[in-house]
């Protein structure tokens, strides 16, 4: 398994003396691994007027949420799953897509359940559609979960992971907790409501072997037992 580790872009910046951070997040290698940077992470909505990209961010890879027409980055927007929302991302991958190719740059989008891309059949749909073209994606499994769906959420599970593992670029394979809003709360693995054996067997059976795992950088150790990789 190929593990890499979330950093916080803005506490790396601090580390090395920089006043401005490139972006938000760095995904930097570990152990075999170490000190090689898979990709960066653009926070925000690309749906928006106001968002901002830096083609020259760290890695072959930026990764970027879907988007949304919601004013709030994660608010709840139902104009973002149906047409409007649908030709706005379009419009977005149409546009991006030239200066992705001349700089030898792929954005794969993050889906979330309150996104455009927010199933396993939207990014289905994105990967047979964008087929050939500067786009993927890397899923975080509980991304793609709301507080609702946690009673069932095996079931979820063994739709997301079969279907996705072996066509994302990346797994972000954090955990969530059930917080007092209407959102799961990210946290490391092992802390939340990810059941360990069979997230652990339907890796086994579906990733690739050389997919690559990008942990959150809090309780290491711990989630590396989780995964059976110390």
């Known amino acids: 398994m190929n593990i890499y580790l979330h950093h916080d872009a803005k506490a790396l910046a601090r580390l090395v003396g920089a006043t401005h951070p490139?972006?938000?997040g760095i995904f930097?290698?570990?152990?075999?691994?170490?000190?090689?940077?898979?990709?960066?992470?653009?926070?925000g909505n690309p749906l928006s007027e106001e968002w901002m990209l830096d083609i020259e961010l760290p890695g072959d890879r930026i990764v970027c949420w879907s988007g949304t027409l919601a004013d709030d980055l994660f608010g709840d927007d139902p104009r973002t799953w149906m047409r409007e929302g649908h030709d706005a991302f379009r419009?977005?991958?149409d546009a991006a897509a030239p200066t992705l190719l001349a700089r030898q740059r792929t954005l794969a989008f993050r889906p979330h359940a309150?996104?455009?891309?927010?199933?396993?059949?939207g990014c289905m749909n994105l990967l047979r559609e964008r087929d050939g073209q500067p786009?993927?994606?890397?899923?975080?499994?509980?991304?793609l979960l709301t507080p609702d769906m946690v009673k069932d959420i095996e079931d979820h599970l063994r739709r997301i992971i079969p279907t996705l593992a072996p066509r994302a670029a990346m797994f972000l394979l954090h955990d969530a907790a059930v917080g007092d809003g209407d959102r799961l709360v990210p946290v490391p693995l092992?802390?939340?409501i990810l059941p360990r054996d069979l997230v652990r067997g339907l890796l086994r059976d579906f990733a690739p072997a050389d997919l690559p795992v990008?942990?959150?950088p809090q309780a290491l150790d711990e989630q590396?037992?989780?995964?059976?990789q110390r």
């Not at 996104?115 to 396993?120: A, F, R, T």
């Not at 786009?135 to 991304?143: E, T």
């Not at 590396?224 to 059976?228: C, G, Q, V, Y």
């Open 190 to 192: 092992g802390q939340g």
């Open 91 to 93: 419009a977005f991958c």
């Open 22 to 24: 490139c972006c938000e």
């Open 214 to 216: 990008v942990l959150m």
């Open 114 to 121: 309150r996104h455009v891309l927010s199933d396993v059949q």
């Open 224 to 228: 590396l037992e989780w995964l059976d």
């Open 28 to 43: 930097v290698g570990h152990g075999r691994l170490a000190g090689r940077p898979l990709a960066s992470f653009a926070d």
């Open 135 to 143: 786009f993927d994606i890397a899923v975080g499994p509980v991304d």
